[in-house]
């Protein structure tokens, strides 16, 4: 059997490409630094242009046809430019994946993932342990007719107890934004491929460094481009990444005009042209180089963001005036084992602390001179903000409950700062409203 010719270079945008790139035998950062220049970029440039046009013109009308109709090329940018391709082969590299696909945000990226693939009637499992906002977004799908079933997804057996004949897909985040819960990920993987389920997951919080979805089995993996990649607080972006695990041709809902060619590509084609084309939600060429020189340093930060983590994790499970730490690099931590084996010794920079009750959050809070006060993670700076109060304000006592957010509940993303200003920072402030 013939397979269509693979068109070259970082032009395309849903490119099948083979597991292991050529530089593959090189390290996760030598790749990244080296792979703009190593594209031939004119003038001997080593970043990819930024691209502002909103068109793109051809010479020949049959050409510009012949993109329209499924050709590498560009057309408009809502479909993406040669800068937000080169983000995309980026982050297709970091996941040791297929294919990316690029967003405005990491919500545009997951709205296009449930709207572009799930159907009225459809049955979705989720983590009941996942980001505030994307808990909400799944109540909005239900509203369209979607049926969730919200399970504990550390435990592979209730993922398998909620599958039903509808069942379409299963959607986890390596590590549980804010409660560093982890998912049973391999056996969730292992499972969703022995009943061809759909496998998304949310890598946003260990990010690819960590390990790439591909480790877990994943269909497709989402990451907020925000958080950890981009990592300077300046630039918002989500990537939806195919692994090329999953099999399409036995998913009932890809269109017709989408089952061409290799059936490993069906679905984020059709998550393209249904998230970028038909709903508009697409990232900037300015914005892509942005997260593209971020991403440049995320090994160096990652590591700077989990030694600085795991410091100060261990000094605050043992302050008196905290009840509880929830963070993966704590032998307490229920799935400690887990992460370590699979996250080679690393841990991310989230952590959950939750304070005794008669602590007053606010004014603990307001004690702190080096963190910031303030929503968002994966960030240079540390950030601190009460999760009850802000981020799951919305969704009621009871859904925070079930979800294991209580009102002393501190999310905190460790930054690169120095490791004794960060712990000096929160052991005065905790001091002061012990005394
Ligand atoms: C922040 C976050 C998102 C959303 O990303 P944005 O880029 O802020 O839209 C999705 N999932 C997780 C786990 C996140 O932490």
Same mark, same amino acid.
């Given at each position: 059997m013939s397979r269509p010719a693979r068109p070259q270079g970082p032009?395309?945008?849903i490119s099948i490409r083979p597991?292991?790139?050529?530089?593959?035998?090189?390290?996760f950062t030598t790749r990244l630094v080296h792979a703009d220049h190593r594209a031939q970029l004119e003038h001997g440039a080593i970043h990819q242009p930024i691209h502002p046009s909103t068109e793109y013109a051809y010479t020949d009308a049959r050409e510009l046809a012949a993109v329209f109709q499924g050709k590498a090329g560009y057309t408009y940018a809502r479909q993406g430019t040669p800068t937000t391709a080169s983000l995309e082969a980026k982050v297709t590299d970091m996941e040791h994946a297929q294919a990316t696909v690029a967003f405005a945000t990491g919500m545009a990226a997951l709205n296009a993932i449930f709207f572009a693939l799930l159907r009225q009637g459809d049955h979705l499992i989720a983590s009941k342990y996942i980001f505030g906002n994307t808990n909400s977004l799944l109540m909005t799908l239900e509203n369209f007719g979607v049926e969730l079933s919200l399970v504990?997804?550390?435990?592979a057996a209730q993922v398998e107890a909620a599958i039903r004949p509808d069942t379409r897909m299963v959607f986890v985040e390596?590590?549980?934004?804010?409660?560093?819960q982890i998912a049973d990920l391999k056996a969730i993987g292992e499972l969703c491929r022995a009943r061809r389920l759909v496998y998304v997951v949310d890598?946003?919080?260990?990010s690819p460094y960590l390990a790439p979805g591909r480790d877990f089995g994943a269909s497709l993996v989402v990451n907020s481009l925000s958080k950890h990649i981009g990592g300077h607080g300046n630039a918002l972006g989500g990537a939806v990444t195919q692994t090329? &695990?999953? *099999?399409?041709? @036995?998913?009932?809902?890809?269109y017709e005009q989408y089952?061409?060619?290799?059936?490993?590509?069906w679905g984020l084609l059709q998550i393209k042209k249904k998230g &970028?084309? *038909?709903?508009? @939600?697409t990232l900037s060429s300015d914005v892509a180089h942005r997260i593209a020189a971020g991403a440049e340093t995320m090994a160096l930060r990652m590591d700077r963001i989990c030694a600085n983590a795991l410091a100060l994790a261990r000094f605050l499970e043992t302050h008196?005036?905290?009840?509880r730490v929830h963070y993966p690099?704590?032998?307490?931590?229920?799935?400690h084992a887990r992460a370590t084996q699979w996250f080679g010794g690393r841990y991310g920079g989230l952590l959950g602390v939750e304070l005794h009750d008669h602590v007053d959050v606010f004014d603990c809070l307001n004690?702190?001179?080096?963190?910031?006060?303030a929503t968002h993670l994966g960030d240079n700076r540390t950030l601190v903000l009460p999760a009850a109060h802000t981020i799951?304000?919305?969704?009621?006592?009871e859904r925070r409950a079930l979800m294991g957010i209580p009102d002393g509940f501190l999310r905190i993303s460790v930054g690169i700062e120095d490791e004794a200003d960060l712990i000096g920072d929160f052991a005065r402030a905790l001091d002061a409203v012990g005394a």
């Amino acid at each position: 059997m013939s397979r269509p010719a693979r068109p070259q270079g970082p032009r395309l945008s849903i490119s099948i490409r083979p597991h292991r790139l050529p530089m593959s035998d090189q390290g996760f950062t030598t790749r990244l630094v080296h792979a703009d220049h190593r594209a031939q970029l004119e003038h001997g440039a080593i970043h990819q242009p930024i691209h502002p046009s909103t068109e793109y013109a051809y010479t020949d009308a049959r050409e510009l046809a012949a993109v329209f109709q499924g050709k590498a090329g560009y057309t408009y940018a809502r479909q993406g430019t040669p800068t937000t391709a080169s983000l995309e082969a980026k982050v297709t590299d970091m996941e040791h994946a297929q294919a990316t696909v690029a967003f405005a945000t990491g919500m545009a990226a997951l709205n296009a993932i449930f709207f572009a693939l799930l159907r009225q009637g459809d049955h979705l499992i989720a983590s009941k342990y996942i980001f505030g906002n994307t808990n909400s977004l799944l109540m909005t799908l239900e509203n369209f007719g979607v049926e969730l079933s919200l399970v504990d997804a550390t435990d592979a057996a209730q993922v398998e107890a909620a599958i039903r004949p509808d069942t379409r897909m299963v959607f986890v985040e390596t590590i549980a934004n804010p409660g560093t819960q982890i998912a049973d990920l391999k056996a969730i993987g292992e499972l969703c491929r022995a009943r061809r389920l759909v496998y998304v997951v949310d890598s946003t919080l260990s990010s690819p460094y960590l390990a790439p979805g591909r480790d877990f089995g994943a269909s497709l993996v989402v990451n907020s481009l925000s958080k950890h990649i981009g990592g300077h607080g300046n630039a918002l972006g989500g990537a939806v990444t195919q692994t090329g &695990l999953y *099999d399409w041709s @036995g998913f009932p809902h890809i269109y017709e005009q989408y089952r061409k060619g290799d059936p490993r590509g069906w679905g984020l084609l059709q998550i393209k042209k249904k998230g &970028l084309r *038909d709903m508009g @939600g697409t990232l900037s060429s300015d914005v892509a180089h942005r997260i593209a020189a971020g991403a440049e340093t995320m090994a160096l930060r990652m590591d700077r963001i989990c030694a600085n983590a795991l410091a100060l994790a261990r000094f605050l499970e043992t302050h008196p005036q905290v009840s509880r730490v929830h963070y993966p690099g704590l032998a307490s931590h229920p799935q400690h084992a887990r992460a370590t084996q699979w996250f080679g010794g690393r841990y991310g920079g989230l952590l959950g602390v939750e304070l005794h009750d008669h602590v007053d959050v606010f004014d603990c809070l307001n004690r702190l001179r080096v963190a910031a006060l303030a929503t968002h993670l994966g960030d240079n700076r540390t950030l601190v903000l009460p999760a009850a109060h802000t981020i799951y304000y919305e969704m009621g006592p009871e859904r925070r409950a079930l979800m294991g957010i209580p009102d002393g509940f501190l999310r905190i993303s460790v930054g690169i700062e120095d490791e004794a200003d960060l712990i000096g920072d929160f052991a005065r402030a905790l001091d002061a409203v012990g005394a």
